[in-house]
């Protein structure tokens, strides 16, 4: 079964081995051996299924995530939650207690199939009557197709079961194939018509478009269409292309919502259209998506169109050949990007002597992020500060979309390094997140992952106090005692550093980036400045 994981093209197992899991964790460790997985040990299994859902996002390609049975399983659940809400493919290998012992309940024994019903698209349990390769090729090609989590429950005695020798591995061959699917001629044709005849349109750029954000790219340079993006597909356009507007939403600039508000005509690719993003109900929309699923799934919209993005592009392009590019938006949002960069430079630039601005953090950022860094977030004022302050140059930008999961930051960096070991890894936190695996930075340490932690103190969870403050409620239980996290990662063998002004802030961050390993550049910041 280990062997057909690894035809399938994993590479990467994250996980904790334990009593329950011994016999499947010695089929891993034998390939680890020949070089052909890399597991990586964690220090808590939500870390594992968080580090897997982050791999796939980045990569595309599933990675595994590996626990004993009872709690060590449950604990996988939340970041498998997030891969199946954002559509990541990540395969879940718990542990399980002897076939005799099931349904008497053992000691650790838990319904594996019933806990993990609505976070996996697929579930079952490995028998030893079981066609054990093909199995294991059935959780893949779920997996990976649908783009979702597969799980497979290993009771402790099937795990050493001999297997013939001339037994094969299973393989992805003839067993998969590329979604490409066209749009219907005739929801092309009215797309076209009904983008000739708009003076400003618009178009919004979701996670959809993950595959071919240089095709929209290009596209818009051709018809002079500006773009925005919603919060997960930050990134996917550099804020320096002249006809961005950065991110649509709570977390964005008001350039896009501005810039939107304005239009006649929006051209919706891969978007989910979440509340967060506030894509207007008013104006006439376009709405293209693989998943016929998401078509007008929150609100209705003019035009549905089912198909790949890439094909719908292609073909709306070719309809459109011939007219003239729309009136020329780049001087005003040149103007505006101007207006809100003062802005973020005045913001930037409050003291209250309660800590450093988030703005000022950004910005700082900005100049010391090399620009093909992966960069992982949490949630919180944190997050919502980096989506509205950080300009993305070619950076890609990891989070949990739909789940919204505090925690995710730390643990997602880990899972980004494994796929991307050659790019600069950046996870930005708050205290909060962070505390919840702040165990992990060991893990990074005995890895050698040279991660860098951007970590805004404000020794509170900030974006709830200011919501109980909305919803006119006293602010309770929201502060922090925290350590003083720089002693804390040098007690673990990372670097730390702890930033009290803002003048140290561009020093900090380059002696972390120049620092050989994992490195913690903890900000005082003044959680009324975000």
């Not at 093909?134 to 990976?144: D, G, K, T």
């Not at 818009?220 to 990134?235: C, E, Q, S, Y």
């Not at 953090?361 to 302050?389: C, H, K, Q, W």
Request: proline share 5%; charged share 20%; aromatic share 6%.
């Amino acid at each position: 079964m280990v062997d057909t994981l690894i035809q399938w093209g994993v590479r990467h197992v994250f996980g904790m081995v334990g009593h329950s899991n011994l016999g499947l964790a010695e089929a891993i460790r034998k390939r680890c051996q020949t070089g052909e997985l890399e597991f990586v040990g964690i220090r808590h299994e939500g870390a594992a299924s968080f580090a897997a859902s982050a791999y796939a996002k980045l990569s595309g390609v599933p990675a595994a995530c590996l626990s004993i049975a009872g709690p060590g399983a449950t604990n996988l659940l939340t970041g498998l939650w997030d891969a199946h809400l954002d559509r990541a493919p990540v395969i879940a290998l718990t542990g399980q207690v002897a076939s005799g012992l099931l349904g008497i309940g053992g000691f650790q024994e838990v319904d594996l199939s019933r806990a993990f019903d609505g976070a996996a698209c697929f579930s079952q349990t490995v028998f030893r009557s079981s066609n054990h390769a093909e199995l294991m090729n059935q959780a893949l090609r779920n997996a990976v197709q649908k783009r979702d989590v597969a799980h497979l429950i290993f009771p402790n005695d099937v795990q050493e079961l001999e297997v013939d020798q001339e037994t094969l591995p299973g393989s992805p061959r003839g067993r998969i194939t590329e979604a490409r699917i066209s749009p219907m001629p005739t929801d092309l044709a009215r797309a076209a018509e009904m983008f000739k005849n708009a003076r400003r349109p618009v178009i919004i750029m979701g996670h959809g478009c993950k595959q071919c954000p240089g095709l929209v790219a290009i596209f818009a340079l051709d018809w002079g269409v500006p773009v925005m993006t919603t919060f997960k597909a930050k990134g996917f356009i550099p804020d320096s292309h002249p006809l961005s507007c950065g991110v649509l939403g709570l977390s964005g600039t008001p350039i896009a919502m501005r810039t939107m508000k304005s239009a006649d005509l929006l051209l919706v690719l891969g978007a989910s259209f979440a509340r967060h993003t506030r894509i207007a109900k008013d104006i006439p929309t376009i709405q293209v998506d693989l998943d016929p699923t998401a078509l007008g799934k929150f609100q209705p919209v003019t035009l549905p169109v089912w198909g790949d993005i890439r094909a719908a592009l292609e073909g709306l392009a070719q309809s459109l050949s011939g007219i003239a590019p729309k009136e020329d938006a780049r001087q005003e949002l040149a103007a505006q990007w101007n207006d809100w960069r003062e802005t973020k430079s005045k913001r930037a630039s409050r003291d209250q002597g309660k800590g450093i601005s988030s703005a000022a953090l950004f910005e700082a950022m900005n100049r010391r992020v090399p620009a093909n860094a992966v960069i992982t977030t949490d949630v919180g004022d944190n997050t919502y500060s980096f989506g509205r302050y950080f300009e993305c140059k070619h950076q890609s930008v990891l989070m949990s979309g739909m789940l919204g999961s505090i925690g995710f930051g730390y643990p997602a960096a880990i899972g980004a390094y494994c796929a991307s070991p050659d790019r600069p890894i950046v996870a930005v936190t708050g205290d909060g997140g962070f505390g919840q695996y702040m165990g992990e930075v060991t893990t990074a340490v005995k890895y050698g992952m040279p991660i860098k932690h951007i970590l805004l103190n404000n020794s509170r969870l900030g974006k709830i106090a200011k919501e109980q403050k909305a919803d006119k409620k006293p602010i309770w239980s929201t502060s922090l005692r925290n350590p003083d996290f720089s002693q804390y990662a040098e007690l673990c063998g990372a670097l730390g550093i702890r930033v009290e002004s803002v003048y140290r802030l561009d020093g900090a961050l380059e002696q972390a980036f120049a620092h050989n390993g994992p490195a913690l550049v903890e900000v005082l910041t003044d959680p009324d400045l975000v």
